[in-house]
């Protein structure tokens, strides 16, 4: 069984593509750090694993070994439709457009088969 796990997770949307996709595929951990599409992904898929919040606050220790990373890190930094303040975008006190490091970080220290990241 592959084990895979949900970063930036939103309420599921590239979780449910591997789903459809891999039906044996087990998720192991998700992270999202927003309280509403929180409560949507747990409508969505339950509360197993638990959604945990903010990755910037999780140790890579923590996470479950897994062979597959999702991540949908957040574009508005870099977007036509935002600002265009790349690295030095500020969102209530978080730089969004660093996020993808938390990826980098994550996945340097596991040594997943595959990312697959998103630029959502």
């Known amino acids: ?3 895979t796990i949900d970063l ?5 949307g590239i979780r449910l593509g591997f789903e459809q996709a891999f039906p044996d595929d087990e998720t192991v951990f998700v992270s999202e750090w927003d ?7 747990e409508a969505n898929f339950g509360a197993q694993p ?7 606050k999780i140790d890579e220790h923590d996470i479950p070994e897994f062979d597959i990373c999702l991540a949908g890190f957040p574009c508005q930094a870099f977007s036509i439709a935002g600002r265009h303040q790349g690295f030095n975008d500020d969102y209530y006190g978080q730089t969004r457009g660093t996020l993808f490091r938390e990826v980098v970080r994550i996945c340097k ?6 990312i697959f990241c998103q630029n959502v």
């Open 35 to 41: 309280e509403y599409a929180k409560k949507t992904y």
């Open 50 to 56: 638990p959604v945990e919040g903010d990755i910037t």
């Open 109 to 114: 220290y596991h040594q997943p088969k595959v």
């Open 8 to 12: 930036f997770a939103g309420i599921g």
């Open 1 to 3: 069984m592959t084990k």
